[in-house]
């Protein structure tokens, strides 16, 4: 019986990406989960196992900054979820009309706030909004409406939502081309069955084009998840590490960065930065597994 040959030329070609991802992916978060387990007591490392888990979910001073970050959060994940990829699904389901004519132009336009770093979109935002030497107070009384302006970064009620707005509007592009991209993938023997059956228009798209696109929705929720609790950049370019007014627009990123470097008088404790840092990746991959088996599950009842 002949033994399976080992392909080494997969082995070469993939060695030197997983070396790289190992260095610093890998490697680094291992190395952030064992610093949680540790503590630091006159200059030494001390094991404390999970007593820096137990100081930032129960203790007051602690857990209540934890708390605050992770509901601010979930709203965060939830105006993008709400709000991004409906319009994401909408954009690419108008763009993808063969009839529409410029429609490489409006991809493009819609798709190049994604690429813009986050210091300009943060601060570009925040000098259009501000009440002072804004556009917007000026832009609203033109069509009558300054009425409804307001200081929106300035209050803790609205400054969440509207960096949350801010956001989409930057990364509506990235769920508008995948859905695009999928929609394109569809035969069109499908589409011209469907024509013969008498479903077109917008009847096409709600029968026949969602369901095949359900994929390609789920794994945009998913990188919607991920991206949303990772976010960190957007909070710090407009409202500093300390996410003003009064930790209304904190949120895990941010708690970290305080929490792990330091800032302005409160002094950086990486092994408490690092449980936070552990306590997000746990919410990530639980959330991720969640996200997954629903699908799969909404699939399979699809497919039956």
């Not at 770093?117 to 033109?142: C, H, N, R, T």
Request: include cysteine; proline fraction near 5%.
């Amino acid at each position: 019986m002949n033994r399976p040959r080992i392909r080494w030329h997969i082995v070469v070609f993939l060695a030197p990406a997983v070396l790289v991802y190992t260095a610093v992916m890998i490697f680094p978060l291992f190395n952030t989960l064992r610093l949680a387990l540790f503590t630091e007591v006159d200059q030494t490392r001390v094991y404390v196992g999970l007593q820096n888990f137990r100081t930032l979910f129960f203790d007051p001073i602690w857990s209540e900054q934890f708390w605050n970050a992770l509901g601010n959060n979930f709203w965060f994940f939830l105006v993008h979820m709400l709000v991004q990829n409906p319009i994401g699904i909408a954009l690419a389901a108008l763009l993808s009309h063969p009839s529409l004519r410029f429609a490489a132009l409006y991809r493009s336009a819609i798709f190049i706030p994604t690429i813009l770093s986050f210091v300009i979109v943060g601060f570009a935002w925040k000098l259009i909004l501000s009440p002072i030497w804004g556009i917007a107070p000026s832009m609203l009384d033109a069509v009558g409406l300054k009425s409804l302006f307001a200081p929106w970064l300035g209050k803790e009620e609205y400054a969440l939502t509207t960096l949350a707005l801010i956001s989409v509007w930057q990364f509506v592009g990235i769920p508008m081309m995948l859905i695009y991209a999928a929609l394109l993938t569809i035969p069109e023997e499908i589409l011209e069955a469907g024509e013969i059956d008498g479903i077109t228009g917008a009847s096409a798209f709600w029968k026949i084009k969602l369901p095949l696109i359900l994929p390609s929705i789920g794994i945009i929720s998913i990188l919607t998840f991920v991206g949303n609790f990772n976010a960190f950049d957007l909070i710090y370019a407009s409202q500093g590490a300390l996410a003003g007014p009064d930790f209304s627009t904190d949120i895990l990123g941010t708690f970290m960065y305080r929490t792990f470097f330091g800032f302005q008088l409160q002094l950086g404790d990486p092994h408490m930065g690092s449980a936070i840092a552990g306590a997000m990746f746990a919410i990530i991959l639980v959330g991720v597994c969640i996200y997954l088996f629903g699908i799969q599950t909404r699939m399979r009842r699809y497919q039956m």
